[in-house]
């Protein structure tokens, strides 16, 4: 005769070592738990649960590459750097970390403050 033990509650798998040891590595390398559950078999509501189940400490967000911003998602400091033109659906800020002291990256502060036409760089 077969009957199932009910889990601890989680949904859409089974913790089995393998996956929980999965699940860790994952997390600590600092992927998403969308993707972990991806990776895993398991829906996200389920990584979540189990994440906060162990004790897993919320780690740092791994930085990533520069993605593209729109004026709606601005937040913190980034370089806003206009690239294509307002109104564009492609239209977006540059977004990557300024240099200190200046609205724009690197790159863009260098072409901020030298205008051709008009001749007039300001003084560092
Ligand atoms: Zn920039």
Redesign the pocket.
């Known amino acids: 005769m077969r009957y199932r033990i009910r889990g601890d509650g989680m949904e859409g798998g089974t913790w089995t070592q393998e996956r929980v040891e999965q699940l860790i590595e994952l997390w600590e390398g600092g992927v998403t738990t969308a993707e972990i559950g991806r990776r895993i078999g398991v829906t996200k509501n389920a990584v979540i649960g189990k994440v906060h189940r162990i004790g897993l400490v919320p780690r740092v967000v791994i930085e990533r590459p520069p993605q593209r911003r729109n004026v709606f998602d601005f937040n913190g400091l980034i370089?806003?750097?206009p690239i294509g033109h307002p109104g564009d659906e492609d239209f977006h800020?540059?977004?990557?970390p300024?240099v200190d002291g200046k609205p724009?990256?690197?790159?863009?502060?260098g072409q901020a403050y030298i205008r051709p036409k008009e001749g007039k760089p300001e003084a560092a």
Do not use: L, N, R, S
Request: net charge positive.
């Open positions: 370089c806003m750097w800020f540059c977004g990557t300024p724009y990256c690197a790159k863009h502060a």
